[in-house]
Every structure is written in C-alpha cells, then in structure tokens.
C-alpha cells in the first residue's frame, strides 16, 4: 500500500484512481484525517483522500492507486520463424528480413506497440 504524503513530488504525476483517471494532487499536508488533496479532471471541485489513497466517502473506484511505472520492451519479428532458423539463414547479423517492434507497458493500460522503422 502506498503512503501519498511521503511521495516524492516528482512522481505524483503517476497517480490515478483505480478506474484509471489521472489525477493532480494539490497537496499531501491537508487535514489531519484527509491529508492528499486531488483535483480530477472533468469534476468541478477537489477532493480529499487518506493518506493511502481511500477516499472521503468510501468510493473504492476513485481511491488513489500508483500505477508501476512504465517500462519498454524490444521485439524482433523475423517472417514468423524461430531464432534457430534465422541464425542458420544469416538474418541474426547484416540480414534484412525482420522487423523491430517497441512495446510500452504502463500499469492499467493495453500495451503501446510500435513498429520502428
């Protein structure tokens, strides 16, 4: 469970609700029961949330949760063959016959697939 008011600051821009909306915190220094102050987006005022991300009125869907942070993954396809084969045809060093993929993995979201040219 993460404590928000021990946070570093440059990593509140990480936090969302559990139904995956981002959030801007305010402030983690608030009133003694409510100390992480939020606004989110599209609602007209803040709201306040315990130290570890439960809300004011016991709503599990906006609690405050910190995605892991992002991470990428290479992926070379070479033709739908295995590696073996691939190394036996010369594609592995100086081949031309496969393609790159970066994949981007953030906690809660599909998986950005891109392919690099």
Request: net charge neutral; with cysteine.
């Amino acid at each position: 469970m993460t404590d928000f008011t021990t946070l570093p600051q440059d990593q509140w821009h990480r936090v969302t609700t559990r139904d995956g909306r981002k959030v801007r915190i305010l402030c983690v220094d608030g009133p003694e029961y409510w100390p992480v102050v939020c606004v989110i987006p599209g609602e007209a005022y803040p709201r306040c949330f315990t130290a570890t991300g439960k809300h004011s009125d016991c709503r599990d869907d906006i609690a405050l949760v910190l995605p892991p942070e992002p991470r990428t993954v290479w992926l070379r396809d070479y033709g739908g063959c295995c590696v073996e084969s691939a190394m036996a045809r010369g594609h592995l060093w100086g081949g031309k016959d496969f393609t790159d993929y970066r994949i981007t993995l953030a906690g809660g979201q599909p998986p950005r697939i891109e392919e690099v040219k």
